[in-house]
C-alpha cells in the first residue's frame, strides 16, 4: 500500500511538473504565472486536509471509547505534515502575488487565516516537544490541537468581516485571480491535486511509523542502553 | 459547580489582594506598553488617536498572557496543583473560578488602561455603553481561553515562552472583534454591533471547551 | 524580441522559484522522515541482543 502510494505520487508528482512547466498553455490573463496554479492550491489543500486529519484524530483521541495511542500519533504526524505543506501554501502564496499584485503580502481573508492556522499548529507541534510525559503529553495536545482547530473558523469569520470592511482595492479579490482552466489545464490540475494527496498519504505512513518508532524507544530506550553497557563491561572484567 | 467556583475564584483573588502583584507589576506594565508604543509612533498624535483602540486591546492582551500566567503560577510550587485535583472540587467549578479571577483582575486593569488611553492618546472615550459591553465580552473570552491554555501549558518549565505562543494566534479574533467595537465607538462610526457577535461566539465557545475540557486535563501525572 | 523576451522571463523564474522551493522544501522534508526512520531503527534493533557489532 505504502509503496504504491510512493510511486504513484512520484509518477504523479512529475508529470504535473512537466506538464505544468512545460505543456500546458500559458493562461490569457495571468500569463505564465498560471504555472503556479498547478502547485499552490493543491499544497493548501493538503495543508487543510492534514489539519483536518489531526482534529479528527484529537476527537477520537479524547472520546473514551476510541481513546488509543494511535489517534495521538496519528495527530502529531498529520500536524507536522500540515506544518510543512502550509508554510509551503504562505511562500507559493506570496511567490504568486508579488508578480500579481505587486506585494509579498496581502492581509486577505484567506492569506491571514492560514497564516493564523500556521501559527496554531507550530504551537501544538512546541507543547507536544516540551511535554516528558506521554500520557499528559497525548492528552494536552489532543485538548490544544482541538482547541486551536475549533478557533479556525471564528478566526475567518472575524477576517473576512474586516477585509469587507477594509474594500480591499479589486485586483485582490479572489475572483480575478482564479483563471478559467479548460482543456490540458484542467486535467493537470486534477492531476496536481491527486499527485500531493498521495504524497501527503505516503507521507502520513511514514511519519506514523516514526512515532510508533519512537514510542518504542520512549519505553524501551533506556533498557537497552543499560543493555549495551552491561555487554561492554562483562566480556573485559571476566578476562580480568 | 458554581460554588466550587466561586470557592477557587475567592482563593485566587485574595492571593492575588494580599500579593498585589497585578497591582504592582502587570498595570504598570501595560502603562509602560502604551507608552513604547507612543515611541514606536514616533508620538504623531493624529496616528495615536486613530490607533488608541487598537493599541489598547494589545497592550490588554499582553496583560492578560501575564496575569494567566501568574494564575497557573499560584499553583505550581510542589503539591499545589495535586493539592487541587484531591480536594474534590468540581473540575469545571475549578475551570470557572480560575477564569473568573483571571477576568476580575483583567477588568480592573482595563479600567485603568482605558484612562491610559484617553490622557496618553488623547482618545476621547463616549459610548461607554457599547465600550464597556465588548469589553465584558472580550474579558470573559479572553479569561476562558487563556485558563484553557494555561492549563494545558501548566508544569512545564517552559511555560513562560510557551503560554504567549499558544494563546495569541488563538485570541486574534478577540483582538480583531473588540478593537473594531472600540474603534467605531471612539469614532462615532456604524456598525459595531457585528462585531460584538465574533465576541460572543468565542466567549461561549472557550468557556464550553474548559468546562469541558478541565477534567481531563487537570486529572495527570 | 530580446526585450520581450526580457519581460516574459521574469514571471518565468518566478514560476521557477515556485517549483523548485515546492519540490526542495518536500524533497527535503521527505528525506528527513526517512532518514530518521533510519536511525530510530538503528537505535532500536540492538534490541537488548549484547555483543560488539560496532
Given at each position: 500500500m505504502r509503496r504504491l502510494l510512493g510511486i504513484g505520487s512520484a509518477l504523479g508528482l512529475t508529470l504535473t511538473a512537466i506538464l505544468g512547466l512545460f505543456i500546458t498553455p500559458p493562461d490569457r490573463v495571468m500569463g505564465t504565472l498560471v504555472r503556479l496554479l498547478y502547485v499552490h492550491p493543491s499544497v493548501a489543500w493538503v495543508a487543510y486536509l492534514a489539519f483536518g486529519v489531526t482534529a479528527l484524530a484529537c476527537i477520537c483521541y479524547l472520546w473514551p471509547r476510541t481513546r488509543a495511542p494511535f489517534w495521538d500519533r496519528l495527530a502529531v504526524s498529520s500536524a507536522e505534515i500540515g506544518v510543512v505543506f502550509c508554510a509551503l501554501t504562505l511562500a507559493t502564496g506570496s511567490i504568486w502575488g508579488r508578480p500579481t499584485w505587486?506585494?509579498?503580502?496581502?492581509?486577505?481573508a484567506r492569506l491571514t487565516t492560514t497564516a493564523l492556522l500556521l501559527a496554531l499548529f507550530i504551537g501544538y507541534l512546541a507543547l507536544r516537544r516540551v511535554t516528558v510525559d506521554p500520557g499528559a503529553r497525548a492528552r494536552r495536545s489532543a485538548v490544544a490541537g482541538l482547541v486551536a482547530f475549533a478557533d479556525v473558523p471564528i478566526v475567518h469569520m472575524s477576517v473576512v468581516w474586516w477585509n469587507t470592511l477594509h474594500q480591499?482595492?479589486?485586483?485582490?479579490?479572489p475572483s480575478l485571480a482564479s483563471p478559467t482552466v479548460s482543456g490540458s489545464m484542467a486535467w493537470t490540475l486534477l492531476l496536481s491535486f491527486v499527485s500531493f494527496t498521495l504524497l501527503y498519504g505516503w507521507l502520513l505512513m511514514h511519519r506514523y511509523q516514526n512515532s510508533v518508532l519512537e514510542s518504542r524507544l520512549e519505553d524501551e530506550g533506556m533498557e537497552i542502553a543499560l543493555a549495551e553497557r552491561w555487554a561492554e563491561a562483562v566480556p573485559s572484567g571476566a578476562g580480568r | 459547580m458554581f460554588r466550587d467556583a466561586a470557592l477557587v475564584a475567592g482563593k485566587d483573588l485574595r492571593v492575588e489582594w494580599r500579593s498585589r502583584v497585578g497591582a504592582q507589576q502587570v498595570l504598570p506594565f501595560a502603562l509602560v506598553v502604551l507608552v513604547i508604543f507612543a515611541f514606536a509612533l514616533d508620538a504623531n498624535h493624529n496616528l495615536l488617536q486613530t490607533a488608541a483602540a487598537g493599541l489598547y486591546w494589545v497592550a490588554v492582551l499582553f496583560a492578560g498572557v501575564l496575569t494567566v500566567q501568574r494564575s497557573f503560577a499560584l499553583e505550581a510550587a510542589d503539591g499545589l496543583r495535586d493539592g487541587l485535583r484531591l480536594s474534590g472540587l468540581d473540575p469545571a467549578g475549578i475551570f470557572l473560578g480560575k477564569a473568573a479571577a483571571v477576568a476580575g483582575q483583567l477588568a480592573v486593569l482595563e479600567i485603568f488602561l482605558a484612562g491610559g488611553i484617553a490622557v496618553l492618546?488623547?482618545?476621547?472615550?463616549?459610548g461607554v455603553v457599547l465600550l464597556v459591553l465588548s469589553a465584558v465580552l472580550a474579558t470573559i473570552g479572553l479569561a476562558a481561553a487563556g485558563t484553557v491554555y494555561g492549563i494545558v501549558a501548566?508544569?512545564?518549565?517552559?511555560r513562560e515562552t510557551l503560554l504567549p505562543l499558544l494563546l495569541l494566534p488563538v485570541v486574534a479574533p478577540v483582538l480583531l472583534a473588540a478593537g473594531k467595537v472600540w474603534e467605531i465607538t471612539l469614532q462615532s462610526g456604524p456598525g459595531a454591533w457585528g462585531w460584538m457577535r465574533i465576541l460572543v461566539i468565542f466567549a461561549v465557545v472557550y468557556l464550553a471547551a474548559g468546562v469541558l475540557a478541565f477534567g481531563p486535563l487537570l486529572e495527570e501525572s | 524580441m530580446g526585450r520581450g523576451r526580457a519581460l516574459r522571463s521574469r514571471p518565468l523564474s518566478y514560476v521557477a522559484a515556485g517549483y523548485a522551493l515546492s519540490f526542495v522544501t518536500l524533497g527535503s522534508y521527505t528525506l528527513w522522515v526517512l532518514r530518521r526512520r533510519r536511525s530510530l531503527n538503528r537505535l532500536l534493533r540492538t534490541d537488548g541482543r549484547p555483543g560488539p557489532d560496532r
Open positions: 505587486g506585494v509579498w503580502w496581502a492581509w486577505d480591499p482595492a479589486t485586483v485582490l479579490r | 492618546y488623547s482618545a476621547s472615550l463616549h501548566a508544569g512545564l518549565g517552559v | -
